[in-house]
């Protein structure tokens, strides 16, 4: 199709790489996405793939849900944005504030990277430091802090792999401390070491496909209780996700704040911090030196994806929703374990909640990112090309599950897991 391909001509002109920096619509597929609908995308020729990226997360519900589209076309008749507050923005934060278990306040940004940002921001300014401690391989979005190589801290014996970003300055090196995600002994000794220099301690509380170990989060709040540390969830993926508190609710400890981005949005650029008031107090209360947290942005709180947000809260709100997202996951992980037993394939399922992963290695169990790191990167390509060709879109870092995502999609699933999974056994 020529228009198609001229599209596909056009993104290898105008964008470095051919792509717009997102994944899996890159230029070696030459395919791009024209609409959605419900669970499936759809190319500008009409072929259709059924969706497990959701973009990227956000769109829970599917695509084009009516209740998110008529609350947009609402909004969009009102006004699209103020600059000022907006009835919307205040009935989205009362919303949050009633379902995270952390949210006493909440404060808007436009992307989740802004939201980690801002969250690290207050609490260096409550704690007067500026060191943070993450976990090796935690995404926080694109800022520089977030970026950091996740080379270990040197406690023996944990030197770690070197991985990061371009373009960060080198003075940032010395205001980031990197822990193994899953790991209590080596994030205690860490912190025991530490605790003294650290501003905060910030971890996705399920970090990429990672589920938690049991009494992995509760060791690390208790850690930073005993030292006063502010602990953040960086709940961007797995906020209103795992359940309607996120994963704080899911996982059962509170943190003293989070940043919640993709489905409070409804798929519209809105993000936000959120926490305890005592944790937002150093937007508006001055520090020593009479300095408050700045964070303005123009676009913040936008009534329209607020209308979406509420929107998108309000049918995740309804009964059995959780239920489903969770048995459909737990499905799913179940259908990729019994195809990579059927034709002989060794791997790992991992994943929790409507989140899934399959990792192709020779372990017995998958708990940290250094371990998702083994892998056969072949066969993740050929599976994840076998995915594509067969009508199935999905990251090759993660699945995600929407509420829509109906039985008959489950069966093709099955099938094309299985088509996809005797390429790789080839
Ligand atoms: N934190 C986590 C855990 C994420 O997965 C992401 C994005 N995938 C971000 C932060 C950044 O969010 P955004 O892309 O909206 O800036």
Same mark, same amino acid.
Request: hydrophobic share 40%.
């Given at each position: 199709?020529?228009?198609?391909?001229?599209?596909?001509?056009?993104a290898?002109?105008?964008?470095p790489?051919?792509?717009?920096?997102?994944?899996?619509?890159?230029?070696?597929?030459?395919?791009?996405?024209?609409?959605?609908?419900?669970?499936?995308?759809?190319d500008?020729?009409?072929?259709?793939?059924?969706?497990?990226?959701?973009?990227?997360?956000?769109?829970?519900?599917?695509?084009?849900?009516?209740?998110?589209?008529?609350?947009?076309?609402?909004?969009?008749?009102?006004?699209?944005?103020?600059?000022?507050?907006?009835?919307?923005?205040?009935?989205?934060?009362e919303?949050?504030?009633?379902?995270?278990?952390?949210?006493?306040?909440?404060?808007?940004t436009?992307?989740?990277?802004?939201?980690?940002? +801002? !969250?690290?921001r207050? =609490?260096?300014?409550?704690? &007067?430091?500026?060191?943070? /401690?993450?976990?090796? $391989?935690?995404?926080? #979005?694109?800022?520089?802090?977030?970026?950091?190589?996740?080379?270990?801290?040197?406690?023996?014996?944990?030197?770690?792999?070197?991985?990061?970003?371009?373009?960060?300055?080198?003075?940032?090196?010395?205001?980031?401390?990197?822990?193994?995600?899953?790991?209590?002994?080596?994030?205690?000794?860490?912190?025991?070491?530490?605790?003294?220099?650290?501003?905060?301690?910030?971890v996705?509380?399920?970090?990429?496909?990672?589920?938690?170990?049991?009494?992995?989060?509760?060791?690390?709040?208790?850690?930073?209780?005993?030292?006063?540390?502010?602990?953040?969830?960086?709940?961007?993926?797995?906020?209103?996700? +795992? !359940?309607?508190?996120? =994963?704080?609710?899911?996982? &059962?400890?509170?943190?003293? /704040?989070a940043?919640? $981005?993709?489905?409070? #949005?409804?798929?519209?650029?809105?993000?936000?911090?959120?926490?305890?008031k005592?944790?937002?107090?150093?937007?508006?209360?001055?520090?020593?030196?009479?300095?408050?947290?700045?964070?303005?942005?123009?676009?913040?709180g936008?009534?329209?994806?607020?209308?979406?947000?509420?929107?998108?809260?309000?049918?995740?709100?309804?009964?059995?929703?959780?239920?489903?997202?969770?048995?459909?996951?737990?499905?799913?992980?179940?259908?990729?374990?019994?195809?990579?037993?059927?034709?002989?394939?060794?791997?790992?399922?991992?994943?929790?909640?409507?989140?899934?992963?399959?990792?192709?290695?020779?372990?017995?169990?998958?708990?940290?990112?250094?371990?998702?790191?083994?892998?056969?990167?072949?066969?993740?390509?050929?599976?994840?090309?076998?995915?594509?060709?067969?009508?199935?879109?999905?990251?090759?870092?993660?699945?995600?599950?929407?509420?829509?995502?109906?039985?008959?999609?489950?069966?093709?699933?099955?099938?094309?897991?299985?088509?996809?999974?005797?390429?790789?056994?080839?």
């Amino acid at each position: 199709n020529r228009h198609h391909q001229a599209l596909v001509d056009k993104a290898q002109q105008y964008f470095p790489g051919g792509s717009n920096g997102n994944g899996p619509l890159s230029p070696e597929h030459g395919f791009v996405i024209a609409s959605g609908q419900g669970a499936h995308v759809y190319d500008p020729e009409g072929r259709a793939w059924l969706d497990y990226l959701l973009g990227s997360g956000p769109m829970i519900l599917g695509h084009g849900h009516p209740e998110v589209v008529e609350a947009v076309r609402e909004q969009l008749d009102k006004g699209t944005t103020f600059f000022f507050l907006n009835d919307k923005a205040i009935e989205l934060a009362e919303a949050i504030v009633e379902a995270m278990p952390c949210a006493e306040q909440v404060r808007y940004t436009s992307t989740g990277s802004e939201a980690t940002f +801002f !969250a690290l921001r207050l =609490a260096r300014a409550y704690r &007067g430091r500026d060191k943070i /401690l993450k976990f090796e $391989g935690g995404y926080h #979005g694109s800022h520089d802090y977030a970026m950091m190589s996740t080379e270990g801290t040197p406690i023996r014996p944990y030197p770690q792999p070197r991985r990061g970003s371009a373009g960060i300055p080198k003075s940032l090196e010395n205001e980031v401390l990197i822990a193994p995600f899953n790991d209590l002994e080596q994030t205690t000794a860490i912190i025991e070491a530490h605790h003294d220099e650290l501003a905060a301690v910030i971890v996705e509380p399920f970090q990429r496909a990672l589920t938690p170990v049991a009494g992995f989060l509760q060791g690390v709040r208790a850690l930073t209780d005993k030292y006063g540390l502010p602990l953040i969830f960086d709940e961007v993926v797995t906020g209103f996700r +795992f !359940a309607y508190g996120g =994963a704080q609710e899911h996982y &059962g400890v509170t943190p003293d /704040l989070a940043s919640v $981005g993709k489905i409070v #949005g409804g798929g519209y650029p809105l993000a936000a911090v959120v926490g305890k008031k005592e944790f937002m107090a150093p937007f508006v209360t001055p520090d020593a030196d009479g300095m408050v947290v700045g964070q303005v942005g123009t676009l913040n709180g936008n009534p329209i994806a607020a209308a979406a947000g509420l929107a998108t809260l309000r049918v995740l709100r309804q009964p059995g929703s959780y239920e489903r997202l969770h048995a459909v996951g737990q499905q799913v992980r179940e259908q990729l374990t019994a195809t990579l037993r059927e034709h002989g394939v060794a791997g790992q399922v991992i994943g929790d909640g409507p989140i899934f992963q399959l990792i192709f290695n020779e372990r017995d169990s998958v708990h940290t990112y250094r371990d998702t790191l083994d892998h056969d990167t072949d066969k993740n390509r050929i599976f994840h090309d076998a995915l594509l060709q067969n009508g199935i879109l999905k990251s090759a870092s993660k699945g995600y599950i929407s509420l829509v995502h109906s039985d008959e999609d489950l069966e093709e699933t099955a099938q094309v897991f299985d088509k996809a999974m005797a390429e790789v056994a080839k």
